[in-house]
């Protein structure tokens, strides 16, 4: 399999030399390979979202290396760090953070939008992913008349809307309850199966963790097998 994501020795300081500085991750190191499913670990104020938002280009680094498909990525500035970020990563989050005003279609339309693709086809590709959740007739549902596990693909939905290769999810089940969050999950996994990227999902519940290719864990700004 090919190399989807890989760190190597990367440190994150916050307010580094200053009274309050913060050592969030201390040479965390990890390789992920396309079609790979794999459960992130951590105690909270482990630094899990930070590693996350590193690993996604949303935050540069302090120092260490960060490559996305091959391609360097922690030496770039801001204009192609986005770039890279739209064209290759997918996020979710414990929140949807949908926009209410929209429906479900348009929000999953909207990052595809932003990307450029014409509005016939991003609303298209909106309609289809839905589809493949369970939400073709909820698509023109805004959030607020959806439930909280629909609410939750419908972003699933919106990360994979511009065709990642790396998906990115930090406790993307934890705001439901049991039942839910199990079959919400299984959405999830049936989504990354079928599209072959990679995925990294941090969780704290062992039962999902289980259901992964493999875990790793957190500790003390690094990573080690759980």
Do not use: W
């Not at 990525?73 to 064209?87: G, I, M, P």
Request: aromatic share 4%.
């Amino acid at each position: 399999m090919s190399e989807a994501l890989r760190l190597s020795g990367v440190r994150k300081v916050y307010n580094p030399g200053q009274p309050g500085e913060v050592v969030a991750l201390d040479g965390a190191s990890l390789t992920l390979a396309a079609g790979e499913v794999v459960a992130l670990v951590a105690p909270s104020g482990a630094g899990k979202s930070t590693l996350l938002h590193v690993a996604g280009l949303l935050d540069a680094p302090t120092s260490g290396e960060i490559a996305i498909e091959g391609r360097p990525a922690h030496a770039l500035d801001e204009t192609a760090r986005t770039r890279l970020r739209r064209e290759t990563i997918g996020f979710v989050y414990q929140f949807h953070h949908l926009l209410p005003e929209f429906s479900a279609r348009e929000n999953v339309a909207l990052p595809q939008r932003a990307a450029g693709s014409p509005r016939a086809a991003a609303e298209a590709r909106a309609g289809a992913l839905l589809a493949e959740v369970g939400l073709g007739p909820r698509a023109a549902h805004r959030p607020a008349e959806l439930s909280g596990g629909e609410q939750q693909r419908v972003a699933f939905c919106r990360a994979l809307a511009n065709r990642p290769r790396v998906l990115l999810a930090d406790e993307p089940t934890g705001n439901l309850d049991p039942e839910t969050s199990s079959h919400v999950f299984e959405v999830l996994l049936a989504l990354v199966r079928s599209t072959g990227l990679a995925a990294l999902i941090a969780t704290h519940n062992p039962d999902l963790a289980a259901r992964m290719d493999r875990t790793l864990r957190l500790a003390a700004g690094r990573i080690v097998p759980a």
